[in-house]
Nanobody, 120 residues
Framework: QVQLVESGGGLVQAGGSLRLSCAASGRSIRTYAVGWFRQAPGKEREFVAW?????QYADSVKGRFTISRDNAKNTVFLQMNSLKPEDTAVYYC????????????????WGQGTQVTVSS
């Protein structure tokens, strides 16, 4: 079993930056891909980025967000720059299980989420 805990969310002005952390326990992140998703009020949970043998980003965050991992700390990071009001959402990290890396259904364990609010 894997436990995931996100942190680093907060309130930031448009154009600002935040770095989210996803601390994993129970199994080394070397053994699975980790994805970041976000969910805004009234919307479905959507893919942001994943990191495993490679990385992939949603078009909406490409060039602004960077996913990275520190295997020694068993932690995955999401550096978010040039934030926009439309980035406002609860951000979740999750451990990949099977199927599509771009869909929530492909992930098994989820963190509790961290709120990111970008003011205009």
């Amino acid at each position: 079993q894997v436990q995931l805990v996100e942190s680093g969310g907060g309130l930031v002005q448009a154009g600002g930056s935040l770095r989210l952390s996803c601390a994993a326990s129970g199994r080394s992140i070397r053994t699975y891909a980790v994805g970041w998703f976000r969910q805004a009020p009234g919307k479905e949970r959507e893919f942001v980025a994943w990191s495993g043998g490679s990385t992939q980003y949603a078009d909406s965050v490409k060039g602004r967000f960077t996913i990275s991992r520190d295997n020694a700390k068993n932690t995955v990071f999401l550096q978010m720059n040039s934030l926009k009001p439309e980035d406002t959402a609860v951000y979740y990290c999750a451990s990949y299980h099977s199927g599509s890396l771009l869909l929530p259904s492909g992930y098994e364990y989820w963190g509790q989420g961290t709120q990111v609010t970008v003011s205009s």
